[in-house]
């Protein structure tokens, strides 16, 4: 079994190291087009150059007659603009931002080595200087002759003329590229605003002051119910109506959606508007008590093995703290810790479950006419093949050391011939990264730009790329943005959630969540290395 030791203090070194190195001869591939100049952009630019592509980095922002022509959110024109923290989240071990992190700086990525560099004391969290950290991108850009820069606004996208094309245009893409991405994609297949309800880790909840129950009894009974009867309807309904609300910005100020309205709003309609929407009794009569509650607050599992819960129709526009303290007096809720606060605002993302495939492009579309247009090839795995632990017995080792070798493409349906490569689909390559792609998050959306740039580069080089593995935390970033539930999918930062779990038997052996958590980590560097080393690179591209 092919096992993995956690990166240390020399991380930084390391991953300047492990860049690849410019080919000394080689045919040139297609051009990649990149639109987007935020963090997915030049991540995907720098990747794709230096695996020996010519790159045309597109970005809207520039100078228009001595003035600077911006988004909404930006103050300035520079590649890499952080627009609210400066932050990349943890550096503690065994934590899932860590995880994503240490399998980037393992991969090379240009843009998490030039965070390193421009790091600021930031305790147990990777904070950059921002204005150092855009000057460096810019620096970065600007010596790789491979890229060639733009600043113009891209509004068409000809799916029909052959090309590599990866859209990073963030969740504030421009109005007429967004209506171009709906023409190609679909009408509905773009989502404007992310409506976010809290989670809780379900270790925190007091059992025995909740039930759980199906409305009306109708199917199972998955749901966690908390009770409240009149006066804890009212303490609690006093302290949402007093809660401060976050500081909204001019660009995130919305009309809402009637049917996503925030829990505040919808309380200063009546005292009993609640109580007739996301708070409603009915059909949930207490098997305890053989009464119907006053008032009920749902709470629905995150993932199959029930480790975390989310509140149902709770998304709110509350600042964090506020949301703490109001969310703590509902029955059952008092200790609870949450591993998210609900949000709306802004976002535009595509419905990437029913979009992309796991090299993350466009799988699917639709034409004006309504009509498909694209479909990919699928390569499935198992963790146990990524990891190392066997390989798959379609597939011959190719040398004593290779922990892993790619698995042969499946056959097609009744005839038994391979399916169709991309480019025989599809001549023009669309790949989404960044948050337009569905995550959420500064490192998540270098992660993907990361990705995209690899993806591409392989593509151009006329190869089918190898998606990361599912069990790494850049596979499970991804594999979740591709297998949501596209009625429910909202942008995800990497969470222990999307990681894949223990076994269950190991689960249940090992009771200590940190030692879990050591075990997964482990799990997934050691499948990320496999896939890293068994990766179809020229050698003149290898580190």
């Not at 096992?3 to 930084?12: E, F, K, S």
């Not at 976002?347 to 479950?353: E, G, K, L, S, V």
């Not at 089918?464 to 930062?493: C, M, W």
């Amino acid at each position: 079994m092919t096992t993995a030791t956690p990166l240390t203090g020399d991380d930084r070194e390391r991953s300047k190291s492990s860049e690849y190195a410019r080919p000394k001869a080689a045919a040139p591939p297609q051009v990649v087009r990149i639109i987007g100049g935020g963090l997915a952009g030049p991540e995907a630019a720098l990747t794709a150059a230096r695996l020996g592509c010519d790159v045309e980095l597109y970005e809207m922002r520039t100078m228009v007659d001595g003035k600077p022509r911006l988004t909404p959110a930006h103050q300035t024109t520079e590649f890499g603009e952080l627009v609210c923290s400066n932050s990349l989240k943890s550096e503690s071990p065994n934590t899932a931002p860590w995880l994503l992190k240490q399998e980037m700086r393992r991969a090379g990525s240009a843009l998490l080595r030039l965070a390193d560099e421009t790091a600021v004391p930031a305790g147990h969290a990777l904070a950059v200087d921002r204005v150092e950290f855009s000057r460096r991108i810019a620096e970065a850009i600007a010596a790789e002759p491979r890229i060639r820069v733009i600043r113009e606004e891209v509004t068409t996208l000809d799916e029909k003329e052959p090309g590599i094309t990866i859209l990073a245009t963030g969740p504030l893409t421009s109005d007429a590229l967004s209506r171009e991405i709906e023409r190609i994609t679909g009408s509905g297949r773009l989502a404007f605003y992310d409506s976010i309800s809290p989670i809780v880790d379900a270790e925190t909840i007091d059992m025995d002051r909740v039930y759980f129950a199906a409305r009306w009894d109708k199917g199972t009974a998955d749901y966690i119910n908390c009770p409240m009867d009149r006066a804890e309807y009212d303490r609690f309904l006093d302290a949402l109506l007093a809660a401060e609300a976050a500081e909204a910005k001019e660009w995130e100020k919305l009309d809402y959606f009637e049917g996503c309205l925030p829990l505040e709003i919808l309380a200063r309609r009546g005292r009993d508007t609640l109580r007739f929407g996301p708070m409603k009794p009915v059909g949930l009569r207490d098997p305890r008590t053989g009464r119907t509650p006053w008032a009920v607050v749902q709470l629905r599992k995150e993932n199959l093995r029930a480790d975390s819960y989310n509140l149902v129709g709770f998304q709110n526009h509350l600042k964090f703290g506020e949301q703490a303290r109001v969310l703590r007096l509902i029955p059952g809720l008092e200790n609870a810790r949450f591993l998210r606060y609900g949000q709306i605002h802004r976002n535009t993302y595509i419905q990437a479950p029913l979009l992309l495939d796991e090299c993350l492009r466009l799988k699917t579309g639709t034409s004006q006419s309504g009509q498909q247009t694209l479909r990919a090839p699928s390569f499935p795995r198992s963790s146990a093949e990524w990891a190392g632990n066997l390989a798959p017995q379609s597939a011959v080792s190719q040398a004593v050391n290779d922990p892993w070798v790619p698995p042969v493409p499946p056959l097609g349906p009744a005839n038994h011939e391979p399916q169709p490569s991309w480019s025989e689909v599809q001549p023009h390559t669309i790949l989404f990264a960044g948050q337009l792609s569905g995550v959420e998050g500064y490192t998540e959306s270098i992660a993907t730009g990361l990705l995209a740039g690899l993806y591409a580069a392989a593509i151009a080089r006329g190869e089918e790329p190898t998606p990361a593995p599912r069990a790494s935390a850049l596979g499970s970033l991804v594999h979740y943005i591709t297998h949501a539930d596209p009625k429910d999918f909202q942008p995800a930062n990497i969470t222990f959630d999307l990681l894949e779990p223990l076994e269950e038997e190991l689960r249940k052996k090992v009771r200590d969540k940190k030692e879990r958590h050591r075990m997964v980590c482990e799990r997934s560097l050691a499948a990320f290395d496999a896939w890293w080393a068994a990766r179809e690179l020229p050698s003149e591209l290898r580190a």
